[in-house]
């Protein structure tokens, strides 16, 4: 039986990672802030499902939360077999409306603690010769949007370099890019929901299969929606700074309200 570890591990995608890899058989490790909400997850998934589900408690907003992390990626006599970085966030407001210190809470998390996670995961998933990572980006990485588009760029990137670079060793990386999902995600951050027309949102655990199925196949990107493939593929045919124009247009009319 082999483990997963899930980082935001208690809504949303990775609530429906944690669902699908337990019904599949695999013993997790459920990573979150809030202890109350991973333990209640951890005995339904138990209950339910027979495997093992671990707890861990950290902020990844923190390097105390990330040291945790990684060490527990790193532990030899407890192998994990998949990681899937999914914890991030979303900040309400344009570039210097929104604050410094909260933009940079954001780069922690959606940047610095995957590169040192995926770091911890694949340096020994390699000495194994075997393994996978999912990090959680987003259809925003293709467009210009800010701090949190910009991070979600990074993600893809660093992920699909760091997939070139360990080919051939036995682990798997693949950046998972969807759109707009019926998560905790928009509530969290204060933006308003009501102008996003009903055929743009996504299935959670749709998703999540969609992307397993990937990963299997050995992609290293998966945009898990053919209405989303349509429109990234669109969105390539468009001059930059026309692109950018309509993605700021856009964000004023689907975007925080």
């Not at 990330?66 to 407890?78: K, Q």
């Not at 593929?233 to 700021?248: D, E, T």
Request: charged share 25%; aromatic share 6%; glycine share 12%.
């Amino acid at each position: 039986m082999t483990t997963a570890l899930i980082t935001g591990s208690t809504a949303g995608i990775g609530a429906a990672f944690a669902r699908r890899l337990a019904a599949d058989g695999h013993d997790l490790v459920l990573v979150a802030r809030d202890t109350k909400r991973l333990r209640e997850q951890a005995t339904e998934l138990h209950d339910r499902h027979g495997i093992e589900a671990e707890v861990l408690t950290a902020d990844l907003a923190a390097d105390a939360g990330i040291e945790a992390v990684a060490a527990r990626l790193g532990d030899r006599r407890r192998p994990v077999d998949l990681l899937v970085n999914n914890a991030g966030f979303g900040n309400k407001g344009r570039y210097l409306e929104v604050s410094l210190a909260d933009e940079l809470r954001m780069l922690k998390v959606h940047c610095e603690a995957v590169l040192r996670l995926t770091s911890a995961a694949t340096e020994a998933m390699r000495d194994r010769g075997r393994g996978g990572v999912v990090n959680v980006a987003s259809v925003a990485a293709f467009v210009p949007r800010g701090t949190y588009g910009a991070s979600k760029a990074w993600v893809v990137q660093f992920t699909q370099g760091v997939a070139r670079d360990l080919a051939g060793s036995g682990v798997r990386l693949m950046a998972l890019c969807p759109g707009f999902v019926r998560t905790e995600f928009h509530e969290r951050a204060g933006m308003g929901t009501d102008n996003i027309p009903g055929w743009m949102w996504l299935d959670a655990d749709k998703v999540v299969a969609s992307a397993l199925h990937d990963l299997a196949r050995g992609r290293t990107l998966s945009i898990p929606d053919p209405r989303y493939k349509a429109l990234m593929g669109a969105a390539k045919l468009v001059p930059r700074g026309m692109l950018g124009g309509l993605s700021s247009r856009t964000g004023r009319k689907y975007g925080p309200q």
